[in-house]
């Protein structure tokens, strides 16, 4: 009995010890203690391999009047290896109500991404590379495109209104009469404010001579002195104008000699 009890016992140690080097411990003085080989966290190719992209953007103008276009250029690059990184997507965003929006997707090829954008107001840019095989997505630094208002926006928001039926004492938005036509249409495009009478509108802005005249200029209309008659310059001796009871707003000719010009933006 006490052989076969000696025997078993040692057959218990040995299974033990057994278990106990598959499990990465050591039996010591009848105690399991964990070996360093065992707590240490094994290291793996995928996330050693992981690594954050230098995303850079540089822009060929960041003040631009309305209408015209913006070219950004981006650039990707291996830190590690200082090599380009030529594979994934890039985004042109802008930053809307605090949120990045999307505008244009382009994917990367040669670690050099062109975007032309045309931005409709103040904004801020930036570029972001969305992440691929072993890279995390990056941004390039945010950048303020500035956007001034010109005469190509001012008749952009003139000829909206094309149509429109006059009425007198009307500003719209589907209603004018001559000086209502321009109040409406130099705030919505420009935030100027105007009076709603053309004798009064005669004195805003800045003056300028009939020979100097530029597509999106006040032109107020006079007989002697006194404004009767607002519309905007259109270019080529033409106007946008809310003319009279009965018509609508449309492009016409400039007709007489009597009038002021005046610049708003």
Not at 9 to 32: F, P
Not at 55 to 61: D, E, Q
Not at 74 to 103: C, E
Not at 214 to 225: C, E, I, K, P, W
Request: one cysteine or more.
């Amino acid at each position: 009995m006490h052989e076969r009890s000696s025997s078993r016992g040692r057959r218990m140690s040995v299974g033990t010890g057994t278990v106990a080097l598959s499990l990465g411990l050591c039996l010591c003085a009848g105690q399991l203690v964990a070996t360093p080989a065992a707590s240490a966290a094994p290291i793996t190719a995928a996330a050693a391999a992981k690594v954050k992209p230098k995303v850079t953007a540089s822009y060929n103008k960041r003040t631009v009047s309305w209408g015209s276009k913006v070219r950004v250029t981006t650039k990707l690059m291996n830190p590690r290896t200082g090599k380009k990184v030529v594979h994934g997507w890039v985004r042109l965003q802008s930053k809307i109500n605090g949120k990045w929006k999307t505008w244009q997707n382009k994917h990367v090829t040669t670690g050099t991404v062109v975007f032309n954008t045309q931005p409709g107001k103040t904004v801020w840019f930036r570029t972001y590379y969305g992440g691929s095989r072993g890279m995390v997505p990056s941004a390039s630094k945010p950048v303020k495109i500035t956007v001034r208002t010109s005469g190509a926006k001012i008749l952009a928001e003139a000829k909206r209104h094309k149509g429109a039926l006059y009425k007198y004492g009307a500003a719209g938005p589907k209603r004018f009469d001559c000086s209502g036509y321009t109040l409406y249409v130099y705030k919505k495009a420009a935030g100027k404010k105007l009076p709603h009478k053309a004798n009064s509108q005669q004195h805003y802005g800045k003056g300028v001579s009939k020979g100097s005249k530029q597509a999106g200029d006040l032109l107020v209309f006079r007989s002697g002195s006194y404004g009767t008659h607002a519309a905007i310059y259109a270019g080529g001796g033409y106007m946008w104008a809310s003319p009279h009871t009965g018509a609508r707003v449309q492009k016409q000719k400039i007709y007489g000699s009597n009038y002021v010009v005046r610049r708003m933006v």
